[in-house]
């Protein structure tokens, strides 16, 4: 869960179900818990008014940025995309690209 975004920077606490079903709380550095999220193919969720600052990517600019519309992406090129993103620590636009796998994946079966 991400619970606030302050100077630019992501702020998330790690929610863990334990075998008894209880759940623990953990304070994290971004980078890690957008890689053991995606790892496990967690969803990542925020709070309503970080998204709303943190304002979201428009399809114009995923055409600017990559030459066409991610849409276009086969499934191999949104997983090439979404390493690269997290290799850079672009994890706003990692999460778009993420949603999109999955619905891509749901979408298969």
């Known amino acids: 869960m991400i619970h606030s975004l302050v ?3 992501f702020h998330p606490t790690l929610i863990l179900e334990k075998a008894d079903g209880s759940q623990l709380q953990i ?3 971004t980078s890690d818990a957008i890689a053991l999220a995606v790892r496990f193919n967690t969803p990542i969720t925020a709070y309503e008014n970080v998204i709303e600052e943190a304002g979201m990517l428009s399809d114009s600019f995923w055409a ?7 849409a276009d992406y086969s499934l191999e090129q949104l997983e090439d995309l979404l390493k690269k993103m997290v290799d850079k620590e672009d994890y706003e636009s ?3 690209v993420r949603e999109l796998i999955n619905k891509r994946k749901n979408d298969l079966k």
Request: proline content about 0%; charged content about 40%.
């Open 7 to 9: 100077d630019g920077v």
């Open 27 to 29: 304070d994290s550095r």
């Open 64 to 70: 600017k940025q990559n030459k066409g519309s991610i």
């Open 94 to 96: 990692a999460i778009r």
